[in-house]
């Protein structure tokens, strides 16, 4: 299974002939859908959806119960909840989790699901939701307005995955990163950044 990371929190699977994109936000870069056979979205966030260029792609994409994103209704999407297992593109795919995580005052609130794929590969959008089963790779959120580091740590460490890789980092700037990745890298066995466009 090949993994390649795009901007902020895009993710790219490959795996025997077969794509599945995660979150293509309009923050990543378009080629990341370029031949995709299905898509998942975590939430309704623009910085993990960008509604344009699914509806130009034409391939199946699944969402969350209760994401708004009116934008999208033509389009063949599948409503999914927390504990569904389903198939997307041909891989199968569980998901987690139910919530966003909360910046201030109980805001945002939205749904918001993680997605193990293939019993392998975990991604959690923007929570810290645990996966419910042993996974190989996480793909852990790096910064933003709702997480602390040391959040992110823990939940690295207590996912104990054999690779983790850091998503949802596009805010933060190069001495941000440098001081994220060390923290990340001193304390999580496996942690490896990927730059956007690069494969693990």
């Not at 090949?2 to 025997?16: F, G, L, N, P, Q």
């Not at 391939?59 to 969350?64: I, K, L, M, Y």
């Not at 066995?189 to 693990?200: C, M, Q, S, V, W």
Request: charged share 20%; glycine share 12%; proline share 8%.
């Amino acid at each position: 299974m090949k993994i390649v990371k795009w901007t902020h929190a895009c993710v790219r699977i490959e795996h025997e002939g077969r794509v599945l994109v995660i979150d293509p936000g309009t923050w990543s870069e378009p080629r990341a859908l370029v031949g995709a056979d299905a898509v998942l979205l975590t939430h309704e966030h623009t910085d993990h959806v960008d509604v344009l260029r699914l509806a130009g792609l034409g391939v199946p994409v699944f969402a969350p119960e209760g994401a708004r994103l009116p934008d999208l209704a033509p389009l063949p999407v599948t409503r999914v909840a927390a504990g569904d297992r389903f198939d997307a593109g041909g891989f199968a795919v569980t998901a987690a989790g139910g919530r966003h995580a909360t910046i201030h005052d109980g805001q945002p609130d939205c749904a918001n699901l993680g997605y193990l794929v293939d019993d392998a590969v975990y991604h959690p959008g923007d929570s810290l939701a645990l996966p419910g089963a042993p996974v190989e790779t996480l793909l852990v959120p790096a910064q933003g307005s709702w997480l602390k580091l040391t959040e992110a740590i823990t939940f690295a460490t207590t996912v104990g995955a054999r690779r983790v890789v850091p998503i949802h980092d596009a805010q933060l700037n190069d001495r941000g990163l440098a001081g994220v990745n060390g923290w990340f890298g001193e304390t999580v066995p496996g942690y490896r950044y990927l730059a956007p466009g690069e494969t693990a």
